[in-house]
């Protein structure tokens, strides 16, 4: 089955830019989606069409795609910004929507 | 507002019968499908299928077809999962989510999102 990979974790320290990658062979022909989820708490849609930003989404957050990867990058992180975050896509034929694994961004 | 607001958290016990629901307002239930994501304890988030309010046609994920049913009854608004015969593992928690895009079948995003149903199974 398809799958998208996401690293486990990023770190960073507060004022840096955060890189959160996403891979997956049906990248370059899917759109890609991000959630962001706060323990506790429902994911919030933060990306959507690999780089559109829904209203009320903070500036800092934007998303890019090159070949089979998609990257979310947030710029001048805050500490509000420490949560998982979740890339989404559907397998090549568009039958199944598919879910990276989760990555954790740590604000040191 | 667009909402999605899901019934509360259930205690069961294996081999009971479950069905939760997903409440939608603020907008036109029947022109967005509905999906439901599983998120076991401490782990990652799995789509297992959908639904159109508007004809209750399903799609669902390899990983659950069979073990789960999705339905709708459009004139209420509302979504539901459920299980004919709960297990331990069935252990975790259900979100629903509205489906937007301008494709008929899986590719879309999901805004927004149901507060999540608490399911545990235990003996």
């Known amino acids: 089955s398809y799958e998208l990979t996401q690293p486990p974790s990023v770190s960073v320290s507060p004022g840096q830019t955060a890189r959160i990658t996403c891979s997956g062979d049906?990248?370059?022909?899917?759109?890609a989606y991000w959630y962001q989820q706060k323990p506790g708490q429902a994911p919030v849609l933060v990306i959507y069409?690999?780089?559109e930003r829904p209203s009320g989404i903070p500036e800092r957050f934007s998303g890019s795609s090159s070949g089979t990867t998609v990257t979310l990058t947030i710029s001048g992180v805050q500490a509000e910004d420490e949560a998982d975050y979740y890339c989404q896509s559907a397998d090549s034929s568009g039958t199944s929507v598919v879910f990276g694994g989760g990555t954790k961004l740590t604000v040191l | 507002e667009v909402q999605l607001v899901q019934s509360g958290a259930e205690v069961k016990k294996p081999g009971e019968s479950l069905r939760i629901s997903c409440k939608g307002s603020?907008?036109?239930?029947?022109?967005?499908?509905i999906s439901w994501v599983r998120q076991m304890p401490g782990k990652g988030l799995e789509w297992m299928g959908r639904i159109d309010p508007s004809d209750s046609y399903t799609n669902y994920s390899p990983s659950f077809q069979g073990h789960v049913t999705i339905s709708a009854d459009k004139s209420i608004s509302t979504a539901y999962l459920q299980w004919s015969s709960l297990k331990a593992s069935d252990t975790a928690m259900y979100y629903c989510?509205?489906?937007?895009?301008?494709?008929?079948?899986?590719?879309?995003?999901?805004?927004?999102w149901g507060q999540g149903t608490l399911v545990t199974v235990s003996s």
């Open positions: 603020g907008y036109s239930f029947t022109s967005y499908w």
């Open positions: 989510a509205r489906h937007v895009g301008e494709w008929s079948d899986a590719r879309g995003w999901f805004d927004p």
């Open positions: 069409k690999d780089s």
């Open positions: 049906a990248l370059p022909k899917q759109y």
